[in-house]
């Protein structure tokens, strides 16, 4: 555990700040790639960093904030998708404007993904985490979740590839 894992219990404003700068743009890649959208990603990584301050008594010494913080980030982002298809049944979806740093075609296999499937993939490919890293993350086994990966990764590969014969 490094100084700020150990003392962001009881840091202030500064103790913040150095969070946000070393994690803030990880978790916006992170959730960039579960939401695929840019201000969505942005909205839920400065959520992420409010509620993390706010509950920061929580957070437990000889934890890893790291992983304290992408487990936030992961459920803010599937409230947010939760609260989207609610909406959707009852209103149509904002018009937003197509200036997402994404390609079209990996945004597209990539919304085929559960919410779940796209941040285990995203966690382990983006962000290089280990299987006990997203086991903190996840709350769940390092062997399921290493299952899961696979089985998401194969459905990835298969959906690109499937995109790819498509095209011209």
Same mark, same amino acid.
């Given at each position: 555990?490094?100084?700020?894992?150990?003392?962001?219990? @009881?840091?202030?404003? @500064?103790?913040?700040?150095?969070?946000?700068?070393?994690?803030?743009?990880?978790?916006?890649?992170?959730?960039?790639?579960?939401?695929?959208?840019?201000?969505?990603?942005?909205?839920?990584?400065?959520? +992420?960093?409010?509620?993390?301050?706010?509950?920061?008594?929580?957070?437990?010494?000889?934890?890893?904030?790291?992983?304290?913080?992408?487990?936030?980030?992961?459920?803010?982002?599937?409230?947010?998708?939760?609260?989207?298809?609610?909406?959707?049944?009852?209103?149509?979806?904002?018009?937003?404007?197509?200036?997402?740093?994404?390609?079209?075609?990996?945004?597209?296999?990539?919304?085929?993904?559960?919410?779940?499937?796209?941040?285990?993939?995203?966690?382990?490919?983006?962000?290089?985490?280990?299987?006990?890293?997203?086991?903190?993350?996840?709350?769940?086994?390092?062997? +399921?979740?290493?299952?899961?990966?696979?089985?998401?990764?194969?459905?990835?590969?298969?959906?690109? +590839? @499937?995109?790819?014969? @498509?095209?011209?």
């Amino acid at each position: 555990m490094d100084e700020l894992d150990q003392s962001f219990a @009881e840091g202030g404003e @500064e103790v913040l700040d150095l969070a946000m700068e070393r994690y803030g743009q990880p978790l916006l890649r992170y959730c960039m790639g579960i939401l695929c959208q840019e201000q969505d990603a942005q909205d839920v990584v400065q959520a +992420t960093f409010w509620k993390a301050y706010q509950r920061r008594s929580r957070f437990q010494k000889g934890t890893s904030l790291s992983a304290w913080l992408y487990r936030i980030a992961y459920t803010t982002s599937i409230d947010l998708l939760r609260r989207r298809r609610v909406q959707s049944l009852f209103f149509p979806p904002p018009e937003r404007p197509e200036t997402e740093p994404m390609d079209e075609t990996l945004r597209e296999a990539l919304l085929a993904l559960t919410p779940r499937e796209r941040a285990l993939v995203l966690g382990r490919v983006l962000e290089e985490k280990s299987y006990e890293q997203l086991a903190e993350i996840f709350q769940a086994p390092p062997a +399921t979740l290493r299952k899961r990966y696979e089985r998401a990764k194969h459905k990835l590969a298969k959906l690109l +590839t @499937e995109a790819q014969t @498509e095209k011209p």
